[in-house]
């Protein structure tokens, strides 16, 4: 069975400062990874994908995310946090034969000014 | 494409009453995922379709909940009848080429 784990529900960075969200997965087989986000309100929109190419891979909005198998691990990062970035964000993975995607529980976001 | 549209956006439902809520894909577009997003569970897969046609419904509750797709372009889910523990944001995504695209959702309350 596949499952996801985001440490931290919530993560509160200054405006400028590297942001970092966790996420590890399990999973028997090699794995799709995915982080979307969430506005207030609004529906998902994905950020970034991992589909077995490069292991560092460049979404949207400045964010990046690296696969470390060993680490069994798939962290969000950009650099200099906006006071746009605050908003929920979901890890999510799911197989190679299915299209299910398995959610973390989420890291909400908060940017201070 | 206007993307993937759901309605109603909000639905207020008394205990016991039936709720149908709607999903159009984005056209081309072979699956079409429901999703129920809540505080305490998070966001869960209820059921996908293929080509119109169930491929997975272990997650969601037969005894109240039905999921239909009738043609490309059209989903429902009904829940019959309501409890308040169904009280949720309800989503519904279509995918193409391994990226899922989700609609705006639908938020239900069950009195």
């Known amino acids: 069975a596949q499952s996801v784990t985001q440490l931290g529900s919530h993560v509160s960075v200054s405006e400028g400062a590297l942001v970092l969200l966790r996420c590890n997965y399990s999973s028997s087989v090699p794995p799709y990874l995915f982080w979307y986000v969430q506005y207030p309100n609004q529906g998902l929109q994905l950020l970034l994908k991992?589909?077995?190419?490069?292991?560092l891979v460049k979404g949207i909005n400045g964010f990046e995310a690296e696969f470390k198998k060993s680490e069994t691990s798939f962290h969000l990062t950009k650099p200099s946090a906006h006071m746009s970035d605050a908003a929920e964000y979901f890890c999510?993975?799911?197989?190679?034969?299915?299209?299910?995607?398995?959610f973390g529980s989420g890291t909400r976001l908060l940017v201070r000014p | 494409d206007a993307g993937v549209i759901q309605s109603p956006r909000h639905e207020v439902t008394e205990m016991g009453q039936e709720v149908t809520l709607r999903c159009k894909p984005i056209?081309?577009?072979?699956?079409l995922f429901w999703y129920r997003q809540t505080m305490m569970q998070g966001l869960e897969l209820l059921v996908y379709?293929?080509?119109?046609?169930?491929?997975?419904d272990s997650g969601m509750p037969k005894d109240r909940f039905s999921a239909k797709m009738p043609n490309a372009s059209f989903s429902t889910l009904k829940i019959q009848p309501s409890e308040p523990r169904d009280s949720a944001v309800y989503f519904c995504?279509?995918?193409?080429?391994?990226?899922?695209?989700f609609g705006p959702g639908t938020r239900l309350t069950v009195l």
């Open positions: 991992y589909t077995s190419a490069a292991t």
């Open positions: 995504a279509s995918r193409s080429s391994r990226e899922q695209f």
């Open positions: 999510a993975v799911s197989d190679r034969s299915s299209y299910k995607l398995i």
């Open positions: 379709f293929n080509n119109k046609a169930v491929m997975d």
């Open positions: 056209s081309g577009h072979d699956y």
